[in-house]
């Protein structure tokens, strides 16, 4: 080993730190606040040390219109304000004005392993049916730069959706292989954080299908942009089925969008669902829908309202995430340079 990784401390125990990010492609929905934006605010708010990135390297993996994708990074980084991330209290950038996301994702591309990628879930479905060898080799590579993303934080804690687990896993793999390949415990084994009633929203017209921003139906979604009428009509136009709502949890098991109606429900009041079915039971959807509507519309209008002005100022966002990346670069460009020490890069002595 050279005499730079000689001198490099080995962490014995590492700083609670959470890390995770939302690719900047734009429409964020009330999925993406349930599983993702409220669970970091209550993160924040734990007084973790919390850094939130625009994943804007991982949007670029498909084609991306230069004009939307700015706008889609201001737009997704009002989001995560108006939510209730604080920059000051919270590290919020986009990825792109950190170097050591791409310089450790590529030292990670060499650790990782052919193999693992191949088996990547998120991959299989990106290019089923289609000729993967037209796809990019980012697309491919993409786990390596999100084990980067967190790892060049020793990040211990990532919040993440049920269809990120996977490379969640993989991020760990990395993280052992390098530490056995070199013989230091040096990067942290993260912990996935998984919990609450609402990580993984449905579909409002197909309770069996996730929310996303890419149906075709924009009825099957509630936007963060959406007004209060909208939002009210959209829960009023949900499908559901003809029987009240039960009075067990059980027995919402072979109701996918009852069950998803009422975990929507919980996690907006911050109730449990046992506490939703309690209230509910046998209630018609002609009582229900309301009631959610209701408070659907008082948790998200006053967000897209704070969203609508941020995005009037996108020089403000500017400065936010130019502030947030200086911050994030303190933290990563130590870590960076230890990794490189630890495999034998020699350095600028400039640093």
Sequence with gaps: MSTQASAVQTPTSFKPRIFSGIQPSGGLTLGNYLGALKRFVEKQDEGIETIYCMVDMHAITVWQDPEKLRHQTREGAAA???????????????????????????????????????????????????????????????????????????????????????????????????????????????????????????????????????????????????????????????????????????????????????????ALAEHSVEQVVRDFAGAQFGTFKPALADLAVAKLSPITTEMNRLMADPAEIDRILGDGADRAEAIARPILDRTKDIVGMIRSPKG
């Design 80 to 266: 995560f304000i108006a939510a209730g991330i604080d920059p000051k209290r919270s590290i919020l950038f986009n990825q792109s004005q950190v170097s050591a996301h791409a310089e450790l994702g590529w030292i990670f591309s060499c650790i990782a392993r052919m193999g693992w990628m191949s088996r990547m879930t998120q991959w299989k479905d990106k290019t089923a049916g289609k000729n993967a060898e037209a796809a990019s080799l980012g697309l491919f590579a993409y786990p390596a730069l999100m084990a980067a993303d967190i790892l060049t934080y020793h990040a211990t804690m990532v919040p993440v959706g049920e269809d990120q687990k996977q490379h969640l896993e993989l991020t760990r793999d990395i993280a052992i292989k390098f530490n056995n390949d070199y013989g230091l415990d040096f990067f942290p084994v993260v912990e996935p954080l998984i919990e609450g009633a609402a990580t993984r929203v449905m579909s409002l017209r197909d309770g069996t299908k996730k929310m996303s921003k890419s149906d075709p139906s924009d009825q099957s979604r509630i936007n963060l942009t959406d007004d209060a009428d909208t939002i009210a009509t959209k829960i009023r136009k949900a499908k559901t089925d003809p029987l009240p709502l039960p009075d067990s949890v059980e027995a919402l098991r072979d109701r996918p969008e009852a069950r998803n109606l009422v975990n929507i429900y919980a």
